[in-house]
């Protein structure tokens, strides 16, 4: 099953460019920023969506969740195809079906045209990872996780810009604006990828899409470096959760009493760090790989020592923030530096089994981070984030021998 795959690969491998150029590499870095941040536009605008369609306060979170939950089915049933079928029309066909969703979003006049339109988005945003295994599959050996840095740095970049972005769109525009503003980005973005994104041509017919998607199970069983690094994945986007999901509540509440505006910058913050995690695939392709993420896991836990005095220094919270986020995207990055040459006929299977993981973490950090600070404030939130990074060290610790890089 797997041979017709694997000789179907090697033949595109060679007609494929020895390289990305750096302006392609960013193309795809910034496409992946623009469909994730679709998933987190709503965060900072449940408010205005709960006034506009008449949805009481406690049920408007659930436009969130159905986001979230269609992201996760994505994943699992659309990302596959990227090693079945020809990943150039899989990439611009989600494209223009998500713009669609985001115009059905921003015109829509019923709560249930707005809940539809959110779940499409959702479930079309993962075409972030299809161009992750593409953009793998297009780079050199060599090159390959300098690429992947820097395309899944589009990915968190995004997501920490989401709610600025929203935001500032909101005030001035209102809500609508923000979606169609990205439907119009994201437009445009089509146009480009269709003069620039390579058109190799995938004849792969031993597998059916139910054998597909049943195979990205059986990888799981077969192959350990990928459970091992999901289950830091799932770790560590914990705790990038566990961090970004209450961090509005300290804020906005006294002594600090920050505007939206103000605490939106924080994003930016973020980013630095991702930016900088960057490298962390170059380092992955010298051999290096283990050593980053043992690195990195130690920033990680001593990241939450200056997040817990967020009350008394925002300072102590900033170098905590760049620091965290540092960490999670050096992890991720080397993550998929290691994966994705296991199976070079079945990348996009190995980013779809990986990404499942990752969202389960975020969906478990923001779950529990926002139940301990109701309970414990913000120190019980530090005390979890420290706590999984802990548990992410020594889970590194104990396996590290198991995967060569």
Known sequence: MDNGLMQENVASDRSQQPSMSRTVTLLFATACGMSVANIYFAQPLLDQLSNEFAIDHSIIGVVITITQIFYGLGLLLLVPLGDLLNQRRLIIGQMVLSTTALVLVGTASY?????????LVGLLAVVTQTLVAFAATMASPTERGRVVGIVTSGIVIGILLARTFAGLLTDLAGWRSVYLVSAALMLIMIVIFLKVLPNVERDVKSLSYLQLIRSVFTLFIQERTLRIRSVL??????????????????????????????????????????????????????????KTTGIALALLLISWLFINYLEQ??????????????????????????????????????????????????????????????????????????????IALLFWAATRRFTKI
């Open 313 to 390: 220094s925002l300072l102590a919270l900033i170098v905590g923030i760049v620091l965290l986020d540092l960490a999670v995207q050096a992890v991720h990055v080397t993550n998929q530096t290691m994966i994705l040459p296991l199976r070079t006929e079945a990348r996009s299977r190995l980013t779809a089994g990986y990404m499942v993981f990752y969202s389960i973490g975020g969906a478990g950090g923001s779950i529990a981070s926002t139940q301990m600070y109701a309970h414990f404030g913000w120190q019980g939130v530090c005390w979890l984030g420290a706590s999984i990074s802990t």
């Open 111 to 119: 709560s249930a045209v707005l809940f539809a339109g959110m779940a």
């Open 233 to 290: 994945a799932m770790l560590i986007f914990a705790d990038f959760s566990i961090l970004w999901t209450p961090l509005v509540l300290p804020l906005s509440a006294p002594p600090l009493a920050l505007s939206h505006t103000v605490i939106g910058a924080f994003g930016l913050v973020g980013v630095a760090g991702a930016l900088a995690a960057a490298q962390a695939g170059k380092l992955a392709d010298r051999g290096y790989g283990q």
